[in-house]
């Protein structure tokens, strides 16, 4: 299929362009314009690359409105235990399905077009991934998944989560689904099964996904029982290398930092998350350009997450300007890129995956490239997106969403919500 844009604003901030022209899409990938293409108008619209979520965890999308526990958490570990840890226990293989379909459908809403998924299911790891992947491929999202491998119901779980990433990274074909070894956090992994699932990223060529010092008590387990802060741990079993994906970092300490850099790892910054959950602030402005911005299963709305993380940096220096958080979003693609051997997504660049929204949104005030960043800072929202495209195939039009009966969807994630929060007093 063929198709050209035309009278596009084109918005292309990793080539520092802005240019009003016409945008040509042929076998899923940015081309010139061909004799015989669908024409679509788009003038007065402004037309993007396709966010990025570089963390997100699908499996909470049905906790929307979900009720607290009776008694309320104090601190971080505490809303794990009563709240995420419970719910994820609560998943069965059909809920994982569920899940990942409502968030795929309202990420790409959204105008994100491609998830990193940390899964977890305890009670059903094995067969998760494909739960997970069916739901993120027919809704027709770009992703990278994993399971995430913890000790935290036992080593023999923390081996079965190995084996389901094993498994999972053999067996897919998907060709917008890609995978990796996935890891919960240091505090729950003992020696043995880090070491074991390192060993098997390595062997398979693919990088490890793991939480690092979102909060404090990672710090402080790392240090009581091996004497290391968390990115010297990992660093020393040979889980912290070029290309891995570290979530939040925000109680890393300089040395840490340097760690992580001198790596080539990537650190996914999740601001609302942050915030959220009362963590602490992440030290992202110290820590390079390999800094992406996930959502931390919040949602998969970019728009608010790079807003979230221009006023988080700016709180933080008055020197941090939108530049820096719309860099921290396109960095996600540059991730996503790595993962499929596609170098130039995230960009219009000729050859590039066609992975692109349209905005309903003309700019009031001059559009140009050195200001680019600050219209998607301070006027755009998830709610300017009116077209969605991955490679080459319409997702979204008219904000209905083309693959996935959008009303059928609320309506079992309505019937299935209630019983999955009822599950939960199980555990």
């Not at 010092?213 to 029982?225: I, P, V, Y």
């Amino acid at each position: 299929m063929s198709i050209v844009l035309t009278g596009a604003v084109l918005v292309d901030r990793a080539r520092k362009s802005v240019d009003t022209a016409d945008l040509g899409i042929s076998s899923g990938r940015i081309s010139g314009a061909q004799d015989g293409s669908e024409r679509v108008d788009v003038s007065g619209c402004v037309v993007m690359p396709g966010l990025v979520c570089a963390h997100h965890h699908l499996y909470s999308s049905l906790a929307r409105g979900m009720p607290g526990p009776a008694d309320p958490p104090r601190n971080f570990l505490q809303i794990l235990e009563r709240v995420w840890w419970r719910l994820d226990r609560a998943l069965d293989l059909d809920a994982v399905h569920l899940s990942s379909l409502l968030g795929a459908v309202t990420a790409a809403r959204a105008g994100t077009t491609a998830v990193v998924d940390h899964h977890a299911s305890p009670e059903v790891i094995d067969g998760s991934l494909d739960a997970l992947a069916d739901g993120l491929d027919r809704a027709g999202m770009r992703s990278v998944i994993c399971y995430e491998v913890s000790d935290r119901h036992g080593e023999e779980r923390g081996r079965a989560g190995i084996a389901e990433n094993l498994r999972f990274l053999d067996s897919n074909r998907r060709p917008l689904v890609r995978a990796m070894m996935g890891a919960h956090a240091s505090f729950t992994i003992g020696p043995e099964n880090l070491e074991a699932l390192a060993g098997a990223a390595r062997e398979q060529g693919v990088p490890v996904h793991i939480h690092l010092a979102e909060d404090d008590c990672d710090e402080r387990d790392s240090l009581d029982r091996y004497g290391l802060r968390t990115a010297q741990r990992l660093a020393s079993a040979g889980a912290l290398e070029e290309g891995d994906l570290l979530a939040h970092g925000v109680h890393l300490d300089r040395d840490e930092i340097a760690t992580v850099r001198s790596s080539g790892a990537w650190v996914a910054h999740n601001p609302r998350s942050n915030m959220n959950n009362r963590v602490g602030d992440a030290p992202v402005l110290e820590m390079g350009e390999r800094v992406v911005l996930g959502t931390d299963g919040i949602d998969g709305d970019m728009f608010a997450e790079t807003r979230a993380c221009y006023l988080k940096s700016r709180e933080a220096s008055s020197s941090a300007g939108p530049d820096f958080s719309a860099d921290r979003l396109g960095a996600g693609a540059s991730f996503v890129g790595s993962m499929f051997g596609e170098p130039a997504l995230g960009s219009f660049e000729p050859g590039a995956p066609a992975d692109l929204i349209v905005l309903d949104a003309g700019a009031p005030t001059p559009l140009t490239a050195s200001n680019s960043a600050g219209h998607l800072v301070f006027g755009y929202t998830a709610q300017h997106v009116r077209d969605v495209m991955v490679a080459g195939t319409w997702v979204v039009r008219n904000r209905r969403h083309q693959l996935v009966d959008e009303d059928e969807l609320n309506a079992r994630c309505r019937d299935a919500a209630p019983k999955l929060w009822a599950s939960m007093e199980d555990f």
